[in-house]
T-cell receptor
Framework: DAGVIQSPRHEVTEMGQEVTLRCKPI?????LFWYRQTMMRGLELLIY????????DSGMPEDRFSAKMPNASFSTLKIQPSEPRDSAVYFCASTNTQGPFYGYTFGSGTRLTVV | RKEVEQDPGPFNVPEGATVAFNCTYSNSASQSFFWYRQDCRKEPKLLMSVYSSGNEDGRFTAQLNRASQYISLLIRDSKLSDSATYLC???????????FGAGTQVVVTP
């Protein structure tokens, strides 16, 4: 199993630019989560999808953030325009909510730096 | 009150010693909990699940106290490789949605 795959691993961009983060969940998992982690705020849930449908986006900071899941094997998190305060590690995680729950599996994360 | 609270530490532990730390949760209806381990600049990885009163896996023991609404993690015979941040995870009111604690840092010293 390849695990949850995120790209890019690192992204450095200038303030005002558009940033797109990508995630491929584990095959067979029906739920996908986008998290952001900073030293100050820890792990924050931004949005999660179940069966490709957004269930809860209450953690999305503002309208500059948007997420899509066009199919079961791909999701994107877009920030436009980016700001320095968006600098963080963004993790994607997936799980299967059908049957016993065994926790989330995280991707390696995207380290975003906005200058 | 935060949904999941942890002592941030750090817990400085001599190699071979035992260390234990707790995590409190606010949702009294919670049924399943998890401990994750996160190494510096890495993703969180599942360490243990806690579904009933407790769970043991080698040197690691997780316990659940429903009356006082906390879970604990105990590490026996600490190894240098146990140095990490340990994240407590508890369910929220929303189905399928879990809340992560801020983490407890453990530093095992030679």
């Amino acid at each position: 199993d390849a695990g949850v795959i995120q790209s890019p691993r690192h992204e450095v961009t200038e303030m005002g630019q558009e940033v797109t983060l990508r995630c491929k969940p584990i095959s067979g998992h029906n739920s996908l989560f986008w998290y952001r982690q900073t030293m100050m705020r820890g792990l924050e849930l931004l949005i999660y999808f179940n069966n490709n449908v957004p269930i809860d986006d209450s953690g999305m900071p503002e309208d500059r953030f948007s997420a899509k899941m066009p199919n079961a094997s791909f999701s994107t998190l877009k920030i436009q325009p980016s700001e320095p305060r968006d600098s963080a590690v963004y993790f994607c995680a997936s799980t299967n909510t059908q049957g016993p729950f065994y926790g989330y599996t995280f991707g390696s994360g995207t380290r975003l730096t906005v200058v | 009150r935060k949904e999941v609270e942890q002592d941030p530490g750090p817990f400085n532990v001599p190699e071979g010693a035992t260390v234990a730390f707790n995590c409190t949760y606010s949702n009294s209806a919670s049924q399943s909990f998890f401990w994750y381990r996160q190494d510096c600049r890495k993703e969180p990885k599942l360490l243990m699940s806690v579904y009933s009163s407790g769970n043991e896996d080698g040197r690691f023991t997780a316990q659940l106290n429903r009356a006082s609404q906390y879970i604990s993690l105990l590490i026996r015979d600490s190894k240098l490789s146990d140095s990490a941040t340990y994240l407590c995870v508890a369910p929220t009111d929303s189905w399928g949605k879990f809340q992560f604690g801020a983490g407890t840092q453990v530093v095992v010293t030679p």
